[in-house]
T-cell receptor, first 112, second 114 residues
Framework: DVKVTQSSRYLVKRTGEKVFLECVQDMDHENMFWYRQDPGLGLRLIYFSYDVKMKEKGDIPEGYSVSREKKERFSLILESASTNQTSMYLC???????????FGPGTRLTVL | GENVEQHPSTLSVQEGDSAVIKCTYSDSASNYFPWYKQELGKRPQLIIDIRSNVGEKKDQRIAVTLNKTAKHFSLHITETQPEDSAVYFCAASWETGGGNKLTFGTGTQLKVEL
């Protein structure tokens, strides 16, 4: 079974803090994605990565950055957290030649 | 870029009835249309998908239909059961074999009542 894990299920941070969300997959998938999920807005793509060292902006990249130094790990960084970044963050991965995305359990981030 | 609209946002049905969720997409180049199910507190999981070279696909009680001309696709669940209660997301992408990104709809909260 594909396993996608995220570093925290719940996280509480203060405005202005730098926040790191980590995602790890164990199936040697080339592609990895970060989404945020908000009620009524569905899943919105923040950033994605086709392979190691590669990154592409998604639909809502403002206020976020990413890092993919190793194939199995994709990190989402909030340089200076703001209250409007309070959300559920979901990581996903997929094999390049296959369309199915596999999601992690999510991190519910609250910024106070 | 691609835009996917999904309706309804909430759907309540009696156990045993059918449920239909509809999505429209904007990019005529899109050729891959998956549906994900997210149970409460859990991660989204793929339940069925369809590619643009077919018009319908079935898997037991669920089916997906695609109308490329009208640029819409639908999820049909027959003989609904309480365990079908979840949020369902449609999505669309242009799959090139080299990896691509999905654009998701806003989700439908399905509630199956006893």
């Amino acid at each position: 079974d594909v396993k996608v894990t995220q570093s925290s299920r719940y996280l509480v941070k203060r405005t202005g803090e730098k926040v790191f969300l980590e995602c790890v997959q164990d199936m040697d998938h080339e592609n990895m994605f970060w989404y945020r999920q908000d009620p009524g807005l569905g899943l919105r793509l923040i950033y994605f990565s086709y392979d190691v060292k590669m990154k592409e902006k998604g639909d809502i990249p403002e206020g976020y950055s990413v890092s993919r130094e190793k194939k199995e790990r994709f990190s989402l960084i909030l340089e200076s957290a703001s209250t409007n970044q309070t959300s559920m963050y979901l990581c996903a991965s997929r094999r390049r030649q296959q369309a199915t995305q596999y999601f992690g359990p999510g991190t519910r981030l609250t910024v106070l | 870029g691609e835009n996917v609209e999904q309706h309804p946002s909430t759907l309540s049905v009696q156990e045993g009835d059918s449920a239909v969720i509809k999505c429209t997409y904007s990019d005529s180049a899109s050729n891959y249309f998956p549906w994900y199910k997210q149970e409460l507190g859990k991660r989204p999981q793929l339940i069925i998908d369809i590619r643009s070279n077919v018009g319908e696909k079935k898997d037991q009680r669920i089916a997906v239909t695609l109308n490329k001309t009208a640029k819409h696709f639908s999820l049909h669940i027959t003989e609904t059961q309480p365990e079908d209660s979840a949020v369902y997301f449609c999505a669309a992408s242009w799959e090139t074999g080299g990896g691509n990104k999905l654009t998701f709809g806003t989700g439908t909260q399905l509630k199956v009542e006893l």
